[in-house]
């Protein structure tokens, strides 16, 4: 079945990047986009962007505009996130989901999330 | 940006009974593209409803969506133990894709 699964948590200080993976599994990783989504303590969900899976065209939401990154490597049917100059508000559980039908689009589904703690 | 706002922000019942919860938006919705997502604790969103009224697979007929416009409805027509969790829309009509804040449906 079609599964995504992603790297495990991460504890990172001020300033410094994480880059977390989603492994694809079950469908033809170039047919659909991946978006990015994160959930800090007690927040609503937060889109930050996506890939064009086939063509690698990124966009990304103005809030993050800068410090994230999304690549892939259609060989290994994977996407990394990268978020670079963290700070403690960038704490959250980080999530990658297909986007069904289209760029833009209702997600199924999703990864498992990854904890990315910043603390000093 | 288009603002989901999601009301109430709890709702207390009991099994059996029926939830309706409700999902506003900023403005009107391209297509009624609006999703509905269920979390529960430590797990990620589950796709419940898409294109405001569709079922996604697997999804038992107890959930229902409605609503057009700016004004979208999640029905769950029977409370199972399993349902009480928290609640999310989604709309994916622009370019900046948002979500609303949640209801959290918890027993009463």
């Known amino acids: 079945q079609v599964r995504l699964v992603q790297s495990g948590a991460e504890v990172k200080r001020p300033g410094a990047s994480v880059k977390v993976s989603c492994k694809a599994s079950?469908?033809?990783?170039?047919?659909?986009?991946l978006h990015w989504v994160r959930q800090a303590p007690g927040q609503r969900l937060e889109w930050m962007g996506w890939?064009?899976?086939?063509?690698?065209?990124?966009k990304y939401s103005q809030n993050l505009e800068g410090r994230v990154t999304i690549t892939r490597d259609t060989y290994a049917s994977t996407a990394y996130m990268e978020l670079s100059s963290l700070r403690s508000e960038d704490t959250a559980v980080y999530f990658c989901?297909?986007?069904?039908?289209?760029?833009?689009?209702?997600?199924?589904?999703w990864g498992q999330g990854t904890l990315v703690t910043v603390s000093s | 940006e288009i603002v989901l706002t999601q009301s109430p922000g709890t709702l207390s019942l009991s099994p059996g009974e029926r939830a309706t919860l409700s999902c506003r938006a900023s403005?009107?919705?391209?297509?009624?593209?609006l999703a509905w997502y269920q979390q529960k604790p430590g797990q990620a969103p589950r796709l419940l409803i898409y294109g405001a009224s569709s079922r996604a697979t697997g999804i038992p007929d107890r959930f229902s969506g409605s609503g057009s416009g700016t004004d979208f409805t999640l029905t769950i027509s029977r409370l199972e133990p399993e349902d009480f969790a928290l609640y999310y829309c989604?709309?994916?009509?622009?370019?900046?894709?948002?979500f609303g804040g949640g209801t959290k449906v918890e027993i009463k």
């Open positions: 890939i064009n899976a086939g063509t690698g065209n990124t």
């Open positions: 403005q009107s919705l391209l297509s009624n593209f």
């Open positions: 079950g469908y033809t990783f170039t047919n659909h986009a």
């Open positions: 989901a297909i986007a069904v039908a289209g760029l833009y689009s209702w997600f199924d589904p």
């Open positions: 989604q709309q994916y009509g622009s370019s900046l894709l948002t």
